[in-house]
């Protein structure tokens, strides 16, 4: 059972390129979510989605774009990388009505 | 905007004590109030929740305790073990605002043998 995936496990990348961060689960969640850690600032929620066609906005969603073209996949997307963007980036899945989230092991990105 | 934040960065306890993760709220209208443990280089991983229209709610070794009146939420661990070791976030979800799952800061626990 994999759970819920996410890709690349780290990746530096330079200022202005565009990366896309993979996320999939196999949990047939119909809830999605993507987080940003920064140290000291906990995780902020980016975008979300509730069901597969379907997106929202989060906390801090400016410089990503999301799509959710089926269940289970979700990727995020830096159209134009920043400096700022520098983070540690989770994502998650559960059940619509449920509470219990279940989190990707984290994309470690650094942009310089 | 609505926010879930916590009181105290930093905890340490002694093993064997009993520890208590504090968390102050905004949203009066979330549906649920969650507890996330997260251990160094993993994501959260769930503990427990409480619906809004509870007081309190055990779960092994773990209490949870809402109080509504000043928007204030605990997560009280019995018996501190090294394993519980880690930086535990509140959380809340609101389903009128899209169920968006909305974290809080994070109080880092330390346990001392």
């Known amino acids: 059972i994999a759970g819920i995936t996410q890709a690349p496990t780290s990746q530096i990348l330079a200022a202005g390129r565009r990366m896309t961060l993979r996320c999939t689960q196999d949990m047939r969640h119909n809830a999605m979510y993507w987080y940003r850690q920064d140290l000291g600032l906990g995780l902020r929620l980016i975008h979300y989605s509730n069901t597969a066609g379907t997106t929202g906005k989060g906390e801090v969603p400016d410089g990503y774009s999301v799509s959710r073209a089926n269940t289970d996949d979700f990727p995020l997307t830096l159209a134009s990388a920043v400096p700022s963007q520098t983070s540690v980036y989770f994502c998650a899945s559960k059940k619509t009505m449920n509470t219990e989230a279940f989190f990707g092991q984290g994309t470690r990105l650094t942009v310089v | 905007g609505e926010s879930v934040g916590l009181h105290l960065p930093t905890l340490s306890v002694q093993e064997g004590d009993n520890s208590i993760i504090n968390c102050a709220y905004s949203n009066s209208a979330s549906d649920y109030f969650i507890w996330y443990k997260q251990e160094s280089g993993k994501g959260p991983q769930f503990i427990i929740d409480i619906r809004s229209n509870m007081d309190k709610r055990q779960g092994q070794r773990v209490t949870v305790l809402l109080n509504k009146t000043v928007k204030h939420l605990s997560l009280q661990i019995a018996a501190t073990q090294p394993g519980d070791s880690a930086v535990y976030f509140c959380?809340?979800?609101?389903?009128?605002?899209?169920?968006?799952?909305?974290f809080g800061q994070g109080t880092e626990l330390s346990v001392k043998p």
């Open positions: 959380a809340e979800i609101d389903y009128n605002q899209g169920g968006k799952l909305i």
